[in-house]
């Protein structure tokens, strides 16, 4: 997906952002929905930055752990991504992923290439160069 395409669906769930936003405005000022006279517009602002980062790393978490796991179910078959050969699934581990708002983690089956004999996790290739960078 573009960057285009990201702001339109962005824009689609704007009523939505609005909605959350007037919520956890309510929860961190103290049930009255905004800050104190004389809190430093800089607090605000780190307060919004470190809420807005804690929402996309939890937005980016879900949808790739829910892409893991629909992708397990429907049983696609992926090759490892050296040698293009079948692989053995492990077990799930932690999947640490660095993104551009921080660190995020789920739980994914593991593939083992015994040709190779590597690890890897088989939804990595499809990252491509969305700028996530594996732990
Ligand atoms: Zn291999």
Redesign the pocket.
């Known amino acids: 997906m573009g960057k285009e395409l990201a702001a339109r669906k962005a824009r689609e769930v704007g009523a939505e952002i609005r909605q959350f936003a007037e919520q956890l405005r309510w929860k961190v000022y103290h049930g009255q929905g905004y800050p104190d006279w004389g809190t430093f517009f800089s607090e605000i602002e780190e307060l919004g930055v470190q809420i807005g980062d804690a929402v996309c790393r939890e937005f980016v978490q879900q949808a790739v752990r829910e892409q893991a796991q629909a992708d397990q179910q429907c049983g696609q078959e992926h090759r490892?991504?050296?040698?293009?050969?079948p692989?053995d699934s492990r077990e799930p581990e932690a999947h640490p992923l660095l993104t551009r708002r921080g660190e995020i983690g789920w739980q994914e089956p593991q593939a083992y290439?015994?040709?190779?004999r590597?690890a890897f996790f088989p939804s990595v290739q499809e990252f491509g160069d969305s700028g996530g960078r594996q732990l």
């Open positions: 490892c991504p050296t040698c293009n050969g692989f290439c015994p040709k190779c590597k």
